[in-house]
C-alpha cells in the first residue's frame, strides 16, 4: 500500500495563477483533510472531508475549494493564488471513529499523512 | 485561548539518555485523543503515539511512552535511550470528540507550534 500520496510535491506559482493539489489515499478511509504549515507553526486544517461528495471548512479555508468525488482523491484548489498561500500543505486521511467509551478495543482514528507539497507564491 | 500549548520551542538530549516533551491542553470535551506526531528534516509528518482521553494506562510504544497527566491536561511525550535520529520536530495534536457548537469533530486535529529536539553524540 502506498498510503496517502500528494502531488505535486514542489510548484512555483505567480500571483492570480491558480493550481489543484491531489491527494490520494489507498486504506479506505472514510475522513480526509488538508492542512497548511508556515514556519514556527504547527499544521492548521484548511478544508476537511467526511465522505465522498462531501466537505466543509477548516479553521483557514478562505482562498482555496476543495472537492472529493472519489472516496479516495481529495482535490485542494486556489483559484487566485496568493503569496500568503506560499506554505508546504499536508493531505491526510483517517478512519471514521467509533468510540467505545471507557472499554477495550477504542477504535483510534490516527490520521496519517502524505509527503506535503511545498508552494511558494511569487 | 490555546488549545495545545508547547512550551519548548528547542530541546537538547545527549545520545542513550531519555528526554521528555511537554504538551498542555485545553478542553471542555470529555471524550478526546492526543497525538504526538514527529516530522524529521526530510518534512513527512509521522505519527508516535495515541493516548485516548478515557485510556487508563499511559501510552507506550516502543522507546516512546506518553506521559498523561489528564487533572493537570498534559501529555508530555517521554523518549527513552535517545538516539541521533531522533532528532526533528515533534508536535503535540488534540482530536475532541466535539465541536464547539457540540456536533461532531469529525476528527479534526488541533496542533501545538512543535518542539525541535537535537540529539547531541
Known amino acids: 500500500n502506498a498510503g496517502v500520496t500528494q502531488t505535486p510535491k514542489f510548484r512555483v506559482l505567480k500571483t492570480g495563477q491558480s493550481m489543484t493539489l491531489l491527494c490520494a489515499q489507498d486504506?479506505?478511509?472514510?475522513?480526509m483533510y488538508w492542512y497548511r504549515q508556515d514556519p514556527g507553526m504547527g499544521l492548521r486544517l484548511i478544508h476537511y472531508?467526511?465522505?465522498?461528495?462531501?466537505?466543509a471548512k477548516g479553521e483557514v479555508p478562505d482562498g482555496y475549494n476543495v472537492s472529493r468525488l472519489k472516496k479516495q482523491n481529495f482535490l485542494l484548489g486556489l483559484e487566485s493564488a496568493a503569496p500568503s498561500q506560499t506554505s508546504v500543505y499536508f493531505c491526510?486521511?483517517?478512519?471514521?471513529?467509533?468510540?467505545?467509551?471507557?472499554?477495550?478495543?477504542?477504535?483510534?482514528?490516527?490520521?496519517?499523512f502524505g509527503p506535503g507539497t511545498r508552494l511558494t507564491v511569487l | 485561548a490555546q488549545k495545545i500549548t508547547q512550551t519548548q520551542p528547542g530541546m537538547f538530549v545527549q545520545e542513550k539518555e531519555a528526554v521528555t516533551l511537554d504538551c498542555t491542553y485545553d478542553?471542555?470535551?470529555?471524550?478526546?485523543?492526543l497525538f504526538w506526531y514527529k516530522q524529521p528534516s526530510s518534512g513527512e509528518m509521522i505519527f508516535l503515539i495515541y493516548?485516548?482521553?478515557?485510556?487508563?494506562q499511559n501510552a507506550t510504544e516502543g522507546r516512546y511512552s506518553l506521559n498523561f497527566q489528564k487533572a493537570r491536561k498534559s501529555a508530555n511525550l517521554v523518549i527513552s535511550a535517545s538516539q541521533l535520529g531522533d532528532s526533528a520536530m515533534y508536535f503535540c495534536?488534540?482530536?475532541?470528540?466535539?465541536?464547539?457548537?457540540?456536533?461532531?469533530?469529525?476528527?479534526?486535529?488541533?496542533f501545538g507550534q512543535g518542539t525541535i529536539l537535537t540529539v547531541h553524540p
Open positions: 495534536a488534540m482530536r475532541e470528540g466535539r465541536n464547539e457548537a457540540g456536533g461532531t469533530s469529525y476528527g479534526k486535529l488541533t
Open positions: 472531508s467526511v465522505g465522498e461528495g462531501t466537505t
Open positions: 491526510a486521511s483517517s478512519i471514521r471513529r467509533t468510540a467505545l467509551v471507557g472499554l477495550a478495543g477504542t477504535i483510534t482514528d490516527t490520521q496519517y
Open positions: 486504506m479506505n478511509h472514510e475522513y
Open positions: 478542553t471542555s470535551d470529555q471524550s478526546y485523543g
Open positions: 493516548q485516548g482521553s478515557y485510556d487508563e
